[in-house]
């Protein structure tokens, strides 16, 4: 896994581009060559190709607690490369003749095995999240199902349910879900959505209030190209909810239905929303006591950041769509403490210009940006020049590192997620109307996986394996509660340690819905246990739901930047 490995990638896709005059396999030559003579350089991280063809493009990703990817697409477009299982065939209103073809899959990143699961209205361009029993929710989509509610459990034969009697309110097309304190999950926007509300329906009010959010439509730069859809939605620390769209922000109390502050703009002019779409993570929360503040209210505050990266100028899609005139996309990446009284934004440059990117929180507290394109905007056909180098950012230091390349072009539609393991999982890409395998850009349905830098220090030092969570029965997790947490590694080799939970998300277009990460407070010195090689660490279990919102976490221990395999939790 050293770097060398890069060199021997860049070389393998150099000779089989030249050997091949296919045109577009030249043109990708070019993308690489322009991308980079970075490919001569030693790069850290390493890609493997997980799996050819999964059936589907893997627009929506999402990670179930017992470690399935669900990865869906659209599914009014025609056929996919997978069948229902034992010839089942849907007939559905929208449909003039029956489709027999599956649209969404489970995967198994272990075994590299692939189910069809069941798809009976269009989830095109949806939004979605888990709830805190770990099955997956998804909302909205296209036409017929741009109101229904769809239920996924994690267990090993179950399939979608679509609920229709207690769906949305209002149709979300391009929204976006967030996870609350509550349990409930608040989804917001969508085109010409200028709204909010809440799922599940457990009261009335669920189901007959929906919440007006003129922001949104402030928002908006122009209704055909709005660039503040699939809005950047972030639970604060305390308890409210940051959005952002196109180019500023807002800290919304749900609740009440009030804004309760107004950020400044993001400077430089970029539109971030799709279809300029950037990309945002909230930045690990740290949890330990000297990161407590005391506000003016003499409420203890954590404080929180948010890392907005990429975008493209407003007008970019026009320019693509119209005149085939393809724009550089965004270099500028702009951090904010959302929870400060005068909150400035902060702003720093990729080394990479990149639109449609994906931003994933690495288990060691990293920012890993992957996918998307240096020229363009999101949309059919609408961007020139892959970004194949994924990039990491220390938020510790302000630092980025561009890493090693992949060989795949990633563009529109293309979706990333953090393994248990450790490796990032990502797929996608489809700029086409419909499946096209010949295509400028074709229709991808690989899915690859990318080790980050850390599997490149495991070759000199060991990683540390999870071997107990006491008293954690069942592996559930109590607000506030101390737990130990037991945990092997090689004699020796004991450095630095840190704790971290990561809550799953829900990616599309460019955006982590609910992704999370908390470091934990630790106890105390590490205790050496009496067998040789084991170890215990006394952590602290997240005080608040607005800090950890009802779920299930991966679980990590990080010793000297080396991450141990997640261990699930539930916080309840």
Same mark, same amino acid.
């Given at each position: 896994m050293?770097?060398?490995?890069?060199?021997?990638?860049?070389?393998?896709?150099?000779?089989?581009?030249?050997?091949?005059?296919?045109?577009?396999?030249?043109?990708?030559?070019?993308?690489?060559?322009?991308?980079?003579?970075?490919?001569?350089?030693?790069?850290?991280? @390493?890609?493997?190709? *997980?799996?050819?063809?999964?059936?589907?493009?893997a627009?929506?990703? $999402? !990670? +179930?607690? %017992?470690?399935?990817?669900?990865?869906?697409?659209?599914?009014?477009?025609?056929?996919?490369?997978?069948?229902?299982?034992q010839?089942?065939?849907?007939?559905?209103?929208?449909?003039?003749t029956?489709?027999?073809?599956?649209?969404?899959?489970?995967?198994?990143?272990?075994?590299? @095995?692939?189910?069809? *699961?069941?798809?009976?209205?269009?989830?095109?361009?949806?939004?979605? $999240? !888990? +709830?805190? %029993?770990?099955?997956?929710?998804?909302?909205?989509?296209?036409?017929?199902?741009?109101?229904?509610?769809?239920?996924?459990?994690?267990?090993?034969?179950?399939d979608?349910?679509?609920?229709?009697?207690?769906?949305l309110?209002?149709?979300?097309?391009?929204?976006?879900?967030?996870?609350?304190?509550?349990?409930?999950?608040?989804?917001?926007g969508?085109?010409?959505?200028?709204?909010?509300?809440?799922?599940?329906?457990?009261?009335?009010?669920?189901?007959?209030?929906?919440y007006?959010?003129?922001?949104?439509?402030?928002?908006?730069?122009?209704?055909?190209i709005?660039?503040?859809?699939?809005?950047?939605?972030?639970?604060?620390?305390?308890?409210?909810?940051?959005?952002?769209?196109?180019?500023?922000?807002?800290?919304?109390?749900?609740?009440?239905?009030?804004?309760?502050?107004?950020?400044?703009?993001?400077?430089?002019?970029?539109?971030?929303?799709?279809?300029?779409?950037?990309?945002?993570?909230l930045?690990?929360?740290?949890?330990?006591?000297?990161?407590?503040?005391?506000?003016?209210?003499?409420?203890?505050?954590?404080?929180?950041?948010?890392?907005?990266?990429?975008g493209?100028?407003?007008?970019?899609?026009?320019?693509?769509?119209?005149?085939?005139?393809?724009?550089?996309?965004?270099?500028?990446?702009?951090r904010?403490?959302?929870?400060?009284?005068?909150?400035?934004?902060?702003?720093?440059?990729?080394?990479?210009?990149?639109?449609?990117?994906?931003?994933?929180?690495?288990?060691?507290?990293?920012?890993?940006?992957?996918?998307?394109?240096?020229k363009?905007?999101?949309?059919?056909?609408?961007?020139?020049?892959?970004?194949?180098?994924?990039?990491?950012?220390?938020?510790?230091?302000?630092?980025?590192?561009?890493?090693?390349?992949?060989?795949?072009?990633?563009?529109?539609?293309?979706?990333?997620?953090l393994?248990?393991?450790?490796?990032?999982?990502?797929?996608?890409?489809?700029?086409?109307v419909?499946?096209?395998?010949?295509?400028?850009?074709?229709?991808?349905?690989?899915?690859?996986?990318?080790?980050?830098?850390?599997?490149n220090?495991?070759?000199?030092?060991?990683?540390?394996?999870?071997?107990?969570?006491?008293?954690?029965?069942?592996?559930?997790?109590?607000?506030?509660?101390?737990?130990?947490?037991?945990?092997?590694?090689?004699?020796g080799?004991?450095?630095?340690?840190?704790?971290?939970?990561?809550?799953?998300?829900?990616?599309?277009?460019?955006?982590?819905m609910?992704?999370?990460?908390?470091?934990?407070?630790?106890?105390?010195?590490?205790?050496?246990?009496?067998?040789?090689?084991?170890?215990?660490?006394?952590?602290?279990?997240?005080?608040?739901?607005?800090?950890?919102?009802?779920?299930?976490?991966?679980?990590?221990?990080?010793?000297?930047?080396?991450?141990?395999?997640?261990?699930?939790?539930?916080?309840?």
């Amino acid at each position: 896994m050293d770097a060398s490995m890069c060199k021997k990638q860049w070389s393998k896709l150099m000779k089989a581009t030249m050997e091949r005059q296919n045109s577009v396999c030249l043109l990708i030559a070019i993308c690489c060559f322009s991308n980079l003579a970075l490919g001569s350089q030693d790069l850290e991280g @390493k890609w493997k190709l *997980l799996k050819r063809s999964i059936g589907v493009s893997a627009m929506h990703m $999402a !990670l +179930l607690p %017992n470690d399935r990817i669900i990865a869906f697409d659209r599914s009014h477009f025609g056929p996919s490369n997978i069948t229902l299982p034992q010839g089942k065939c849907i007939k559905g209103v929208e449909l003039e003749t029956s489709d027999c073809y599956a649209h969404a899959v489970e995967f198994d990143p272990i075994t590299r @095995k692939v189910r069809p *699961l069941t798809i009976q209205t269009d989830t095109w361009c949806s939004s979605g $999240a !888990l +709830l805190a %029993n770990g099955v997956l929710v998804q909302t909205g989509g296209y036409r017929l199902g741009e109101r229904v509610v769809r239920y996924l459990k994690p267990c090993s034969d179950c399939d979608w349910e679509e609920d229709h009697q207690n769906g949305l309110i209002s149709p979300r097309w391009y929204a976006s879900n967030q996870i609350l304190p509550n349990g409930k999950i608040i989804v917001v926007g969508g085109r010409f959505q200028f709204t909010y509300e809440f799922i599940p329906r457990t009261s009335d009010s669920d189901r007959k209030i929906l919440y007006q959010l003129p922001f949104l439509k402030e928002t908006m730069h122009s209704p055909k190209i709005p660039n503040n859809l699939y809005p950047f939605l972030h639970l604060s620390t305390d308890g409210n909810l940051f959005i952002f769209a196109n180019d500023r922000a807002i800290l919304l109390d749900y609740v009440n239905n009030r804004v309760m502050k107004n950020y400044p703009v993001m400077p430089g002019g970029i539109s971030r929303n799709y279809p300029s779409t950037g990309s945002s993570v909230l930045l690990p929360v740290n949890l330990s006591s000297i990161n407590v503040h005391i506000n003016n209210n003499n409420k203890p505050v954590v404080h929180s950041q948010v890392l907005i990266c990429g975008g493209t100028l407003p007008d970019s899609n026009e320019n693509a769509a119209e005149a085939q005139i393809f724009l550089p996309a965004a270099k500028s990446c702009g951090r904010l403490t959302i929870t400060a009284q005068n909150p400035k934004w902060e702003m720093e440059e990729m080394p990479l210009n990149r639109v449609m990117g994906d931003m994933i929180l690495l288990p060691t507290g990293d920012v890993l940006i992957i996918n998307g394109a240096a020229k363009g905007t999101a949309g059919w056909g609408a961007a020139r020049e892959p970004v194949l180098n994924p990039v990491i950012y220390c938020p510790k230091i302000n630092r980025f590192r561009i890493l090693c390349p992949s060989l795949i072009p990633r563009l529109y539609h293309s979706t990333a997620h953090l393994l248990s393991d450790g490796r990032v999982l990502v797929g996608g890409s489809n700029p086409n109307v419909n499946y096209n395998f010949s295509a400028l850009f074709p229709t991808e349905l690989s899915l690859e996986a990318f080790y980050p830098p850390y599997f490149n220090l495991m070759s000199n030092r060991s990683r540390p394996s999870i071997s107990t969570v006491k008293p954690g029965a069942f592996l559930k997790l109590k607000y506030t509660e101390n737990f130990s947490l037991g945990f092997k590694l090689r004699s020796g080799d004991l450095g630095k340690i840190f704790v971290t939970m990561v809550a799953p998300s829900f990616t599309t277009h460019s955006f982590a819905m609910n992704q999370r990460l908390l470091v934990l407070e630790l106890h105390g010195a590490v205790q050496k246990s009496h067998t040789a090689g084991d170890y215990i660490v006394q952590c602290s279990a997240p005080p608040t739901a607005a800090l950890a919102p009802p779920g299930y976490y991966q679980l990590f221990l990080v010793n000297d930047g080396v991450p141990s395999k997640a261990v699930w939790v539930q916080m309840k």
